[in-house]
Structure formats: C-alpha cells, structure tokens
T-cell receptor, first 115, second 112 residues
C-alpha cells in the first residue's frame, strides 16, 4: 500500500485566514482525493486532484473556497480559504493503491480548528 | 445519496460475533469497508466488487448482495483490537473507486 504523509498534522487558525495542507505520497498515483471529516461525522469527498488538469469538485464544494494544486504525481495541496469555525474538521488526502488500484488509502489527516 | 448503516452502535464481549449492515438506494459498482480508531485515519479493510466473491480479512468477512444493494460485514470471535468506528463507502457512479460516499458509521466496542 502507498505511504501518505500530510502537513501540518494539526493547526489552530483565526477566522478569515487561509491554511494550505500538503499531501505527499511515496509512489506516483494518477488521482488523489481530498476528504473532510467534521467532528463526530462521516467522511465527505471534497474533490479529486488530477495531475495536469483542474481538480473536480463535488456538490457543495467550490474552487474559490478549496483551491487545489497537483504539480506532480506524488504531491497535492488543499487550501482552506477565508476560514470560519464551520471549517473546523479533519482534512484527509487519499489515493488508490494495491494490485488492481481498487484499494483506497488515507493519509493521517490534518486536524483544523478555526477560532 | 449516503448509504445507511445499521446498527449505529454495538457492544460486545471479546469472542462474540457481530454483523454490520450497509444499504444503498443506488445501484452499486463497489462497496468498501473501513475501520477508524479514535484520532486516527480510516484503515482499509476490504472492497467488494460487483460480481465479485465474498472477501475476508483475518476473522472479518463481508458479502455484497447486488440485487438488494446491500453489504454486510461479519466480525467473528471479536478481539479488543476490533473496537472502532466502521464505515462502509459505496461507489455508485462507476467512475473512480476513489470517489466514495460513506455511511454514517457504526461504533463497535469490544470489552474484555
């Protein structure tokens, strides 16, 4: 399985500011995914980060709020812009790996608290 | 649309068995099962593909009934390490196996 790291692991930010989360994978992957997990809740897909093209966003998520970069096949960033307390969540990146690339593995997550 | 998991919570003694169900209103291409411990990332357990076989992971197995759009996770002879929140995720669009819609989770607690 792929080894995924994220930075920062946690942060406390003031409302109105922005935070960029980095995701690094130890192997080349075609697609990377960004999920959000609000406190005590399930996981929700934010967007799919494709190398060489614009990210594709799920319903309810927009590029102005969550801009994503994917400069190469092992790295992606997610920015949470103009933050409000409602953005307090764990943000996780994930990739498909395994023999047939069916298996989805998650990074350790970034725990964001907005005050 | 989010899959529905049942039960919402299960409490077991070590060695007991449990079943967690996951139902969807959509035709499914795949169902994925994860376990998440408090403060940690979800850990992949297994994937069930349309037309595929029943899968096993140690003493955990799962089935996928395509006609009923349901999957069940079977935990046999539970161990303390099985405690956590179990999520099923489904892929209904047939696009990418990474684009999952997750259920609300089932909290499993195993006591000695």
């Amino acid at each position: 399985s792929a080894v995924i790291s994220q930075k920062p692991s946690r942060d406390i930010c003031q409302r109105g500011t922005s935070l960029t989360i980095q995701c690094q994978v130890d192997s080349q992957v075609t697609m990377m995914f960004w999920y959000r997990q609000q406190p005590g809740q399930s996981l929700t897909l934010i967007a799919t980060a494709n190398q060489g093209s614009e990210a594709t966003y799920e319903s309810g998520f927009v590029i102005d709020k969550f801009p994503i970069s994917r400069p190469n096949l092992t790295f992606s960033t997610l920015t949470v812009s103009n933050m409000s307390p409602e953005d307090s969540s764990i943000y996780l990146c994930s990739v498909l790996s395994g023999t047939a690339s069916y298996e989805q593995y998650f990074g350790p997550g970034t725990r964001l608290t907005v005050t | 649309q989010q899959p529905v998991q049942s039960p919402q919570a299960v409490i077991l003694r070590e060695g007991e068995d449990a079943v967690i169900n996951c139902s969807s209103s959509k035709a499914l291409y795949s169902v994925h099962w994860y376990r998440q411990k408090h403060g940690e990332a979800p850990v992949f357990l297994m994937i069930l593909l349309k037309g595929g076989e029943q899968m096993r992971h140690e003493k955990i197995s799962a089935s996928f009934n395509e006609k009923k759009q349901q999957s069940s996770l079977y935990l046999t002879a539970s161990q303390l390490s099985y405690s956590g929140t179990y999520f099923c995720g489904h892929n209904a669009g047939g696009t990418s196996y990474g684009k999952l819609t997750f259920g609300q989770g089932t909290i499993l607690t195993v006591h000695p």
